[in-house]
């Protein structure tokens, strides 16, 4: 994904909701193609068009996303917001060597935003923080890689950039009410849809 103005969004981007992973791009991006757009560039959150939206293109878009669960977003903040939480998705589910990262400077660079800022219009939008949504992500990436049954423990805590399999265990307990080794056993999918995280 590269690096985004907030200020410099123009009159061709759609922001929408709800798009977390590869096979919601490829979904968009077809449901775009069936309506007759060509969009130059379809990323998590941002579709973008050769041309401005008009207001008969938004309604029909609109229309087409929502059977999919997806939902075009209007205010600024909302959008602000949806790319922050887009981001922290593409940096814990698809960017493994990239989470090692310091995430309030990785954020307010991507961003051109003072990291404060950004962490404020978040909790303010969200009701929760940027580092509670990040850990909520975390927590459901492990639970991933839990179930694949591929790595240990400590490959996992090492993998989310945990300094500790003890760490990882005591807030993947917090968070779930379950210990690593307990959700491993159960062998239900106790896992959540990224966007309902």
């Known amino acids: 994904m590269t690096d985004i103005d907030m200020n410099s969004i123009s009159e061709n981007t759609l922001h929408i909701k709800n798009m977390v992973c590869n096979r919601c791009i490829m979904v968009v991006k077809d449901l775009l193609k069936s309506l007759g757009l060509q969009p130059t560039s379809v990323e998590l959150g941002i579709a973008v068009l050769p041309d401005k939206v008009t207001d008969e293109v938004y309604q029909a878009v609109k229309e087409a996303l929502e059977p999919f669960g997806f939902e075009l977003i209007d205010d600024r903040k909302s959008q602000v917001v949806e790319h922050i939480k887009d981001t922290i998705i593409e940096l814990v589910h698809y960017n493994d060597n990239e989470l090692k990262v310091n995430l309030s400077d990785y954020l307010a660079s991507k961003f051109n935003r003072d990291y404060s800022a950004l962490s404020k219009l ?76």
Do not use: C, M, W
């Not at 591929?150 to 210990?179: C, M, P, R, W």
């Open 122 to 197: 978040f909790s303010e939008v969200t009701n929760t923080t940027i580092e509670k949504y990040l850990i909520a992500q975390k927590i459901e990436r492990a639970k991933e890689l839990l179930i694949y049954g591929e790595l240990s423990l400590n490959e996992i805590a090492d993998k989310l950039n945990y300094s500790s399999a003890a760490y990882l265990s005591s807030q993947f307990k917090s968070v779930t009410g379950l210990t690593p080794s307990h959700f491993k056993k159960i062998k239900e999918n106790k896992r959540k849809p990224l966007d309902e995280v």
